[in-house]
């Protein structure tokens, strides 16, 4: 059983150029999460989704957008990548009616912005 | 504004010993809190929770205390073993139960055999 898959697993982007982080779950979850974390902090939700079709705002959602065209599926696009975009993103997914508990998260994508 | 702290970047202990792992919060509305456990490279698994109706949780060797007049919760571990070694992050519900959890900074947990 897969979990949660994120990909690419390490990136370099220069100033400017954009790319889309791919997240996938296949344990039929509702509630889809993109945080990120940087050093020496805490992880920090940026877009959330509790459906296909349905997505919000987390903490930090500035220069960032996400999609949510299906149950397993959860993009984060990042336009225009600026060097406060360096950080690690995890995605996470949760089941309906228990997402605390269940929140399992993907392995994570290093990103640099250079 | 940290509203969920872990004021200890790190801790050592001895293989057998008890690890405490401490974390504030400041807002009284948070209801659930959970301690995550996180290896390098890898993304954080959930280790234990508590409800703010509760003030004790234990799994195994893991259990979780809460003072909600303090705004304090702390994770203890005995006995501490090698493996558990790793980064513990602190969290809470900020958002009914939706999953939108506000973390702390996190703890990096060394275990000496």
């Known amino acids: 059983n897969a979990g949660v898959t994120q990909t690419p697993k390490f990136r370099i982007l220069k100033i400017g150029q954009s790319m889309t982080l791919q997240c996938t779950q296949d344990?039929?979850?509702?509630?889809m999460y993109w945080y990120r974390q940087d050093p020496g902090m805490g992880l920090k939700l940026i877009y959330y989704s509790v459906g296909a079709g349905i997505t919000d705002k987390g903490e930090v959602p500035n220069g960032y957008n996400v999609s949510r065209s299906t149950t397993e599926d959860f993009p984060l696009r990042l336009e225009l990548a600026a060097p406060s975009q360096t950080s690690v993103y995890f995605c996470a997914s949760s089941s309906l009616g228990t997402p605390n508990e269940k929140l399992f998260f993907g392995s994570g994508t290093q990103l640099s912005v250079l | 504004d940290q509203q969920v702290k872990q004021n200890s970047p790190s801790l050592s202990v001895q293989e057998g010993r008890i690890s405490i792992l401490n974390c504030d919060y400041t807002n009284s509305m948070f209801d659930y809190f959970l301690w995550y456990k996180k290896y390098p490279a890898e993304g954080p698994t959930f280790l234990i929770s508590?409800?703010?109706?509760?003030d004790k949780n234990e799994d195994g060797r893991f259990t979780v205390f809460l003072n909600k007049s303090a705004k304090h919760l702390s994770l203890h571990i005995v006995p501490s073993q090698p493996g558990d070694s790793a980064v513990y992050f602190c969290?809470?519900?900020?958002?009914?139960?939706?999953?939108?959890?506000?973390f702390g900074q996190g703890t990096t947990l060394q275990v000496k055999p």
């Open positions: 969290a809470a519900d900020g958002s009914s139960n939706t999953g939108k959890l506000i």
């Open positions: 508590i409800s703010s109706i509760k």
């Open positions: 344990m039929n979850h509702n509630y």
